[in-house]
T-cell receptor, first 111, second 114 residues
Framework: QKEVEQNSGPLSVPEGAIASLNCTYS??????FFWYRQYSGKSPELIMS????GDKEDGRFTAQLNKASQYVSLLIRDSQPSDSATYLC???????????FGKGTKLSVKP | SAVISQKPSRDICQRGTSLTIQCQVD?????MFWYRQQPGQSLTLIAT?????????ESGFVIDKFPISRPNLTFSTLTVSNMSPEDSSIYLC???????????FGSGTQLSVL
């Protein structure tokens, strides 16, 4: 059974700081990794996907993948109050495209 | 990205009744996935809906409780049968991208069972 683990938080950072969100996964053979953002009462929205070891940057977001350590992280630079949400880490569950999700980390950015 | 319309957006239901949730996609897709998100929890896959065949259910979910229809490549329904308060959750339909490289979600159905 594939599992994805996240610290549930809440993680509180001041506006303008860097928020660091972490995730570990159990299946060493996993190849595709995703970060979703979910505002309260809304459906998840894809922020980043990463498939290779190293860093991938998109605007204020950087995803980091270390397959040897089975570790994925998301950095949010210059955090804004609008970034306050729950961040879900997900791993591709199989060839059909379904995802296995962690429980999410709740991020609060204080003005 | 796919545009996914899901309805109802929310409902309050009585114990013992059933609710059918509809999911409409703006493009043809082979697979559609139904997820459940219980309060304070993450998303759990209920089943995979394939057009022209029976849905494939994950461990802990059965067809009698969550019957699924998939009449064509753009539409699916999930029924939550004989509801109890434990069924109070958000239910989400989702579809993969063209190369199964990512997953897109509908707006979700917030279900409360009294």
């Amino acid at each position: 059974q594939k599992e994805v683990e996240q610290n549930s938080g809440p993680l509180s950072v001041p506006e303008g700081a860097i928020a660091s969100l972490n995730c570990t996964y159990s299946d060493r053979g996993s190849q595709s990794f995703f970060w979703y953002r979910q505002y309260s009462g809304k459906s998840p929205e894809l922020i980043m996907s990463i498939y290779s070891n190293g860093d991938k940057e998109d605007g204020r977001f950087t995803a980091q993948l270390n397959k040897a350590s089975q570790y994925v992280s998301l950095l949010i630079r210059d955090s804004q109050p609008s970034d306050s949400a729950t961040y879900l880490c997900a791993v591709m569950g199989g060839s059909q495209g379904n995802l296995i999700f962690g429980k999410g980390t709740k991020l609060s950015v204080k003005p | 990205s796919a545009v996914i319309s899901q309805k109802p957006s929310r409902d309050i239901c009585q114990r013992g009744t059933s609710l059918t949730i509809q999911c409409q996609v703006d493009s043809q897709v082979t697979m559609m996935f139904w997820y459940r998100q219980q309060p304070g929890q993450s998303l759990t896959l209920i089943a995979t809906a394939n057009q022209g065949s029976e849905a494939t259910y994950e461990s802990g979910f059965v067809i009698d409780k969550f019957p699924i229809s998939r009449p064509n490549l753009t539409f699916s329904t999930l029924t939550v049968s004989n509801m109890s308060p434990e069924d109070s959750s958000i239910y989400l339909c989702s579809v993969p991208g063209p190369s199964n490289e990512k997953l897109f979600f509908g707006s979700g159905t917030q279900l409360s069972v009294l």
